[in-house]
């Protein structure tokens, strides 16, 4: 989280905007929380240039909810295909196979997940409901650097990417997209709600069995007040996109200047580890993740004193995921640069104490 956005959040944390209360004690239908949620609804929808035949909505459920949400509502209990290429979207193909016929199109793991499949290579499905496919995988640290153009691949079909761990982080090409969803825990605000935008035509086709709460339309219709939202995270995400509407880079402001601050970011820790015959990094180079940066000590015995000389400077979860081991740095929006300084300083050091 921004520390000014924590900062605001707890100077309003008893009586928000002189109305007396806690944005927690508000109902979330009273004017007062309607104008807080519409505020967030419109910047969101400025800082990532949504069209306006997209809906946004706030949900709960996170993006493992999304991964049952998501065939329940588009895939008509039919064919998917799932692009898999690492830990989220494998989950992703897993829990869709309880609601229709997802297809493995292409996968990663012959390279261990460190490379991403070609969209040319894929193979889709004739008459799938919709592609699947997580553009940032946060525990490999592999993303796309761009999205792929379904109808250049003869696919009429929607394109569907779980963006939870990079939203915010650059633009996203809507013309090549039909929902995206993400949880707010990254680049968003406090765990709780799940951002998704979702074109309208694909609205009111859901299963019988999906839930109301989680049926994009009922959802739409009620302007994502159908259950109760999450209202303090919804606040808190508005509070970070309001954050991100006064960033500044050069001329670039909001999610550009992000962008391009995010770039410079991951260039001065992948450059360092390029560098270094202590540590690695195994991701090719075009697949690299802007957000989760996973390396490795050529010595695996040394991980235990690298992570306490970490949190002795300072430098807290570099722990890497259990499933892949080593470190991983995740350097989110809210990240400033002078942490990855810090980072890359602490990783020079400790090479040095170990020589
Ligand atoms: C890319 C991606 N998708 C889905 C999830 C799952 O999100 P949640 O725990 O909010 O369900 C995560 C969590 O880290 C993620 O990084």
Redesign the pocket.
């Known amino acids: 989280m921004p520390l000014e956005v924590l900062q605001q959040a707890a100077a309003e944390m008893t009586n928000w905007n002189g109305s007396g209360m806690g944005v927690m004690e508000m109902s979330h239908r009273g004017k007062e929380f309607i104008s807080i949620y519409e505020q967030a609804e419109a910047d969101v929808r400025e800082l990532l240039a949504v069209p306006a035949n997209f809906k946004i909505l706030f949900m709960q ?5 999304e991964n049952a949400i998501v065939p329940l509502n588009l895939s008509r209990g039919e064919t998917i295909d799932v692009v898999v290429t690492g830990s ?1 979207s494998e989950k992703s193909f897993k829990e869709a196979s309880k609601y229709c016929t997802p297809h493995l199109a292409a996968s990663g793991v012959d390279t261990q997940f460190t490379t991403l499949p070609a969209p040319k290579q894929w193979q889709l499905s004739a008459g799938t409901q919709y592609v699947h496919l ?1 553009t ?3 525990i490999h640290g592999v993303e796309f650097q761009s999205l792929p153009d379904l109808k250049a691949l003869g696919c009429d079909a929607p394109l569907v990417i ?1 963006f ?2 990079h939203v915010l982080s650059r633009s996203v090409d809507w013309a090549k997209v039909g929902v995206a969803f993400g ?1 707010a ?2 680049n968003i605000g406090p ?1 709780g709600v ?1 951002l998704v935008i979702v074109r309208e035509d694909l609205l009111g086709h859901a299963l019988k069995v999906c839930p109301s709460a989680f049926n994009y339309k009922t959802v739409a219709d009620n302007g994502s007040m159908y259950n109760t939202p999450p209202t303090y995270s919804i606040y808190m995400a508005g509070l970070t996109f309001q954050w991100l509407k006064r960033q500044k880079e050069g001329e670039l402001c909001g999610v550009a200047a992000m962008e391009q601050r995010n770039i410079a970011k991951a260039k001065l820790l992948y450059d360092f580890l390029d560098s270094s015959s202590f540590y690695s990094n195994h991701v090719a180079h075009d697949c690299r993740s802007r957000m989760n940066v996973p390396f490795f000590l050529a010595d695996a015995s040394r991980n235990d004193a690298f992570l306490a000389g970490a949190k002795a400077a300072g430098l807290l979860q570099l722990k890497g995921h259990k499933s892949v081991g080593g470190m991983r740095a995740s350097i989110y929006n809210a990240m400033p640069i002078e942490g990855v300084q810090a980072l890359v300083h602490y990783l020079q050091a400790f090479e040095k104490t170990q020589a």
């Open positions: 459920g996170g993006g493992l909810a989220w997580c940032n995988e946060t779980d939870s761990s949880g825990q990254k765990a799940t």
